[in-house]
T-cell receptor, first 111, second 116 residues
Framework: GNSVTQMEGPVTLSEEAFLTINCTYT??????LFWYVQYPGEGLQLLLK?????DKGSNKGFEATYRKETTSFHLEKGSVQVSDSAVYFC??????????FGDGTTLTVKP | GAVVSQHPSRVICKSGTSVKIECRSL??????MFWYRQFPKKSLMLMAT?????????EQGVEKDKFLINHASLTLSTLTVTSAHPEDSSFYIC????????????FGQGTRLTVV
């Protein structure tokens, strides 16, 4: 089955700092890759996705590139804001739509 | 875009009672829905795969008789926590897959269950 190793948190950054959250996965076949964000007390929101090798997903200033050779999907943002404080989950999806989640990385951005 | 609605968002119940959580796909048909459980400060664990018109497929270690799943229509799946106990308190989230071959699944808002 699939598994995900996600950068441990918590991560604390100052506003406008550069963010990287590492994610590597093991999977059979070629899964689609997703990053989800969970704000305090809320459900999951899709942040971005990539469906094939070398695809780059992007949204709200966040980016992640599907690296098949290193089985990675690292999340980056050039300049974080306080409003980006949340928990971030890396999740490959099987072709059946089933998700395997990383442990989540808690990001806190301070003014 | 595809919207999944989960109800209720929060529920408190007494130990020994049963609680039903609904997961609806509002603007698409979902032949497959998934139920996850999230413990405090932990990741999401897949509990079961719900298939319209057939029995759910449970993950290893999940009690079928404890967590009853019904997927009676293409837009609704329900999770019933039977004879709830405090250790069942958790955040439950559903997701619904769009179409038969699409890998993307959309998530509901989640249900915070507290058993007292």
């Amino acid at each position: 089955g699939n598994s995900v190793t996600q950068m441990e948190g918590p991560v604390t950054l100052s506003e406008e700092a550069f963010l990287t959250i590492n994610c590597t996965y093991t999977a059979t076949g070629y899964p689609s890759l997703f990053w989800y964000v969970q704000y305090p007390g809320e459900g999951l929101q899709l942040l971005l996705k990539a469906t094939k090798a070398d695809d780059k997903g992007s949204n709200k200033g966040f980016e992640a590139t599907y690296r098949k050779e290193t089985t990675s999907f690292h999340l980056e943002k050039g300049s974080v804001q306080v409003s980006d404080s949340a928990v971030y989950f890396c999740a490959p999806h099987t072709n059946a739509g089933k998700s395997t989640f990383g442990d989540g990385t808690t990001l806190t951005v301070k003014p | 875009g595809a919207v999944v609605s989960q109800h209720p968002s929060r529920v408190i119940c007494k130990s020994g009672t049963s609680v039903k959580i609904e997961c609806r796909s509002l603007d698409f048909q979902a032949t497959t829905m998934f139920w996850y459980r999230q413990f405090p400060k932990k990741s999401l664990m897949l509990m079961a795969t719900s298939n319209e018109g057939s029995k759910a497929t449970y993950e290893q270690g999940v009690e079928k008789d404890k967590f009853l799943i019904n997927h009676a229509s293409l837009t609704l799946s329900t999770l019933t926590v039977t004879s709830a106990h405090p250790e069942d308190s958790s955040f439950y989230i559903c997701s619904a897959r769009v179409g038969q071959t699409n890998t993307e699944a959309f998530f509901g808002q989640g249900t915070r269950l507290t058993v007292v």
